[in-house]
Nanobody, 124 residues
């Protein structure tokens, strides 16, 4: 089992920045592909971005490309989501997820472990 705990959410004005963290515990963190998803009220869970186990490859949804950056620190068992130039449409609950994957995949069922989520609200 891998336990994931997100933090860093909050209320920010449009154009601002936030950094989310996802701390992992339980099994060894480093072999896992990590991803961020988000879910706005009344909408399906949406892929945001993913990073491979070594941190050398990332993949982003078009909606966040160039604004969001995923990174990880395997020594600290933590993955980060740096969010810049935030827009009101970025408002959602953000979830981190982990999976033993050989590729960066965008589909939620591919990931075995999920955090409880952290709320991000961007005001206009």
């Amino acid at each position: 089992q891998v336990q994931l705990v997100e933090s860093g959410g909050g209320l920010v004005q449009a154009g601002g920045s936030l950094r989310l963290s996802c701390a992992a515990s339980g099994r060894t963190f480093s072999p896992y592909t990590m991803a961020w998803f988000r879910q706005a009220p009344g909408k399906e869970r949406e892929f945001v971005g993913a990073i491979n186990s070594s941190g050398t490859m990332t993949y982003y949804a078009d909606s966040v490309k160039g604004r969001f950056t995923i990174s990880r620190d395997n020594a600290k068992n933590t993955v980060y989501l740096q969010m810049n130039s935030l827009l009101p449409e970025d408002t959602a609950v953000y979830y981190c997820a982990a999976g033993r994957l050989g590729v960066l995949t965008t589909t939620p069922p591919s990931y075995n472990y999920w955090g409880q989520g952290t709320q991000v609200t961007v005001s206009s």
